[in-house]
């Protein structure tokens, strides 16, 4: 039977969803003890990869297993896995389906903060200089890329990526007065693609790049020259959808 495994982590401790070669992560972690409550060896395939430090709060992962997953596995796996993983349902599925491949929608939010909060240190990115940013300036600079399908300017080098183009559903950000949040949807992202966004959007507000040089970047699909990558802490995988 293939089952569909809907889960939140926190990444602070783990090196990005994908397993490493000597270094702890979150799926190395969840084979570890799905292995061992299903007394067979579990191998899981996950919706996407998240780097070193960010979040999940709506992660999806496939696996197969001979056993039935009952809801009382859910209690116990909950109870074997660290404080920072959470499962929070596992529902049976076609055995075609694919947790990566099928996925149509990814959601993603990146929170950040006006006040230095020790409460917050792992999910939050303080931003000493919150009060100078323009936000309507942010605001345009997300919307304008709504108007793209390509976005090499918004990809790590060195990506294994076949094509940069990217259907994105929504762009935009939230502003409060200690605390804006970036949103942003669309069916699949390129390696760094949402960090390297908000530290677009970033040095747009401080007036470190106009919008006329990201349109141009995005118009010729050319790298920035001032590029910023957001710290991974700030940023959460929020949902991910599959074709009804």
Known sequence: MKYFATISYQGTNYHGWQIQPNAISVQATIEQKLSTLLREETKITGCGRTDTGVHAKG?????????????????????????????????EVAPTAHARFDANYRAYRYYIGAKKNPFQI??????????????DKMQAAAKLLLEYKAFTPFCKVNSDAKTMNCELHQSEWQFGSEEMVFHIAANRFLRGMVRLIVGMCLNVGLGKVSLETV???????????????????????MDIRYPS
Do not use: C, W
Request: without cysteine.
């Open 59 to 91: 992660y999806v992962f496939h696996f197969d297993s001979e056993i039935p997953f009952e809801n009382k596995l859910l209690f116990k796996i909950n109870k074997m896995l660290p404080p920072d993983i959470v499962f929070h349902k596992v529902t």
């Open 122 to 135: 792992d999910t939050v990115y303080y931003f000493p200089s919150f009060q100078k940013l323009d936000r």
């Open 215 to 237: 349109k141009e970047a995005m118009e010729q699909q050319t790298l920035l020259t001032k590029s910023l990558s957001a710290p991974p802490h700030g940023l959460f995988l």
